[in-house]
């Protein structure tokens, strides 16, 4: 009796073991923000503040929610342009992350190792969220991973929207300059939504990421062109060609100074997006979780966000809660613009809410937030697209905001869609 | 003040009255109706007025020719007042067919004549007006571009009146000679090459192949013939006038003078119809190919191009011509204000546009190691025409009787591309400036040669030189976000002529745009070059305009 009992113990112990190693090799994805006990409190607070709209008044009330830089600029309005910087409090809601998306990572994050230089291996040829579940115990590999799991997100694919109008904004001296861009991008590489998935079969040049632009504005620039291919192969520079609309011509142009700015805006080449070239070219290092209030779901940003002449910054912007991973980057490059960005990963498909930059002297020098919406792609799947943003120069007291109204989502655009010939036939 | 110009100034004023304000909606239904255009005013101020002519060429070395000081009094030496509208029209856009309708039209109006009571009173009213002052020196002129553009699968057709640009490398041009230029007001450098290059009536075609390299074929045929349009007699980038001051040999009703005038007749005289003989036939095939370089991966863009054209510019039955400059140079001693020219119909065809060949390509890349952009053009031109000439004398008759002669000649351009980063980028003090971490520039050397002998070729300029070199410089920055944006351009040449233009461009708000600029010439010899004539014409100008 006593041997038996030893026997079924044994058995239930290893079947107890296996299963729990079963389960801890499977991927979780998505994590949710918040989730159980986390929730009811995330929910119990949002009764007193949903609806609430947060001005310099009761700012205080909701700081230890809020970026450093974001409280600085709603306390001092007239330093921005503004009258008064003020937001409204929206409930929580967790995104529908894509099926194809789910799918690729279960398939895919298994597989997914660095090599030597912390870069991912077989990139592109995999999709799908590589890290879904980070490795804590390691700062430097947990921030590493993050910022893999941000690049691999790829916005249902494909994305035709227009950026504008935007405005290019003087806080000081209430000048304003105008700019436009009708924007194509798509994935060659890394494809999770759209078929044929995880690559494009005609890829022999390796393209990682395509992006055509055409501008609409200022009246100087309007018809200039602009196209940029990404590859795969992460010691490789991006290739840019301009059609210049004034000088009639397509030139190539260098995308190696990636820290110069972008036709007087208050990005860098590299800003764009939040980070827009190979992410192996920073160092990462994981700071933690932060629950912050951002800018996640954004209803129609022509007709909800306002702001007076001159002010760099818009106000109406629809924020909720959300407790993200944020991790520093440091540029490799010793020489390099900014000392360090310190990002803001949404926990639940891992893109860029908001980040802040600093100096070369360590100086906070800019913050930049992008408000979303979900827009139906590919087979109905819904994926995060930029419906607005903002960049402020803290120092120079300098801003661009604009909206975002996206066309299309998941749709595979024809090859030639990013081709020179291309340049010159969608422009004038 | 005169009268038109007076009436032109209000109206400018009062469109740019009605349009400051709000940002104009330019875009209708749904982007099929696209409008943008531009008011401007582009004025020149000269450093010193000549009181001597130096060397600007043969001809205005002779004493009659009269100092730019005896003819001109105010410095205000160009004042032009520039209107153009821009407009793409979708006619058709399906999934089969795309036409649209470009059109680049504009108009504009030179008044420094009209402000400087001496110089108005050199010139001839109607003269001026049509050669000069208004965009009224051929018919369709205030059309600057318009054609159809047609799409349909991998063709692209566009029919009408076109500027086309060939080159890849800036400031001197190899390859891109299918539109001749219009260098009667100002030059390249400071206009951007579609105010300069004069439009031609045309059919091109494109055919997107799907080959390897994703290979672009195109071609232009074209009947129209234009002739490259040079500064204009008595403005400040144009030649002296000759004695007595007015020129209106056109009506034969006064005197002498105006050499450049009646040359520009002759020319006029000799510019071959809308004909057939006079087509003009390129071709060039456009690739992007990617190559490996030790190891290194290059995307090159690539062109070939053939062109089959007139030239730009005459050439002399100098037989013709003598007998009549002699008779000019007479008329023009003589210098009383009745007095008749000589009658081009007199003296048989002078002139002639003669045909040459160009064979051409051009490639650029972007290359790692030197974090910049390479891009070189090269030209070979087959049988390009030129008055012929006794040895050591260039204004001589050649004894042979063959007025006119060939050479090949051949031509590269090499640039280099790159963003500098800016030291002190990313501090404090660079960041309350808005300073642009970068700075562009690019670095540049043209050569050229003539193949066979040199000094039996007649040339205006540079006789007896069998090469050019130049080297030339362009720096670009931006300040408060790129509110300012300085640029220096910089040109040298071998035989010690060159130039520097730093200009200023700042950009306050959403329409308006404002320039400030000058540009210092220098030159050992003015005779090497026509560019070094521009010696003793440093100048200062402004450009405000209303972009729109």
Redesign the interface.
Known sequence: MRSNTIRIATVLFFLLVNTLAVYAQEVKFPTFSYEGEELAKVKEWEKTWVGQKVTAANLDQVKDLLLEPLCTIMKNPKDFGADEVWFEVFPYRPYKVSKGLIESTKQYAPQAKFDESKSLVNYGSIAGIPFPQPDLSDPVLAGTQMAWNYDAYTHGDSTYCFNG?AT?V?CRTG????AGQWRWSMYWAGRSDVPPKPELPKND?GIHRSYFQRH?????F??TGVLE?KYK?TK??C???VYTA????????????R???I????L?YDDNYGWYTHINLNTYKFIGQQDLLLWRHQEDPHKKLTRKNGQGIWNGIQRERVKCWVIEAVNKDP?????KRVWYLDPENWQMDAQIIY???G?L?KIMEWGWEEFPGHEGQLSTQYNAEYYI?L??R?GSVAPYSTKKVGENFPT?QF???NLQ?QT? | MNKNVFLLGSALLLVLVLLVGEALALEYLDGRIRVKGRIEQFAMWGWHIPDQNIGRTITENAPSFRPESRYRSSHLVLNLSLAAVEGLFKLVDNEKLLVNLQTYFRYYYESSPDLDSTVHRMWKKDYLHRAYQTNRFKQDDWVNEAFFDIYSGPWNLRIGKQIIFWSEVEMVRTVDKINPIDMRYSTPGIEPWDEIKIGLWMIRAFYNSQLPGNLIFETIFSLDHQRTRTPFEGSWMGLGPGTPIYANHRHNSMGPGGIKQTNDDAWDDAHPAFTWSNFKFAFRIRGNSEVFMFKTPYVLDWTLSYINTLDDSAVAYSDKLAPFNGDLAVARVGGVPSWRLPRLGDYGRMWVFRRYELLGASIQTFVPSIKGVLRAEWSYEIGRPYNHCPKGEPDGLPEDGNYITERDHVAYGLTYDAAIPMPGRGTNWFTSWGLRPAADITLGLFQGWHLGDVDHIRQEFGYNQRSETNFTFMIRHGIRHNEFIPVIRALYNVNNWGYVAPVVQYMPGKHFRYELGCTWFWAKNPRDSFEATGETRDFTYFKVRYEF
């Open positions: 109008p290019i003087d000048l304003e300059r105008s040049r609409s504005a200022p009246p100087d309007a018809d291919i192969d490789r520079d290739d840019l060609w004034m000088f009639r011509r397509i030139r190539r142009y260098t995308t190696s100074q820290t110069d700015m036709d007087g805006t208050d860098i020489n390099y613009l900014y000392s100096d070369r002297q100086k020098w120069d120092i120079r300098h030639k081709s020179i010939a036939q004038y």
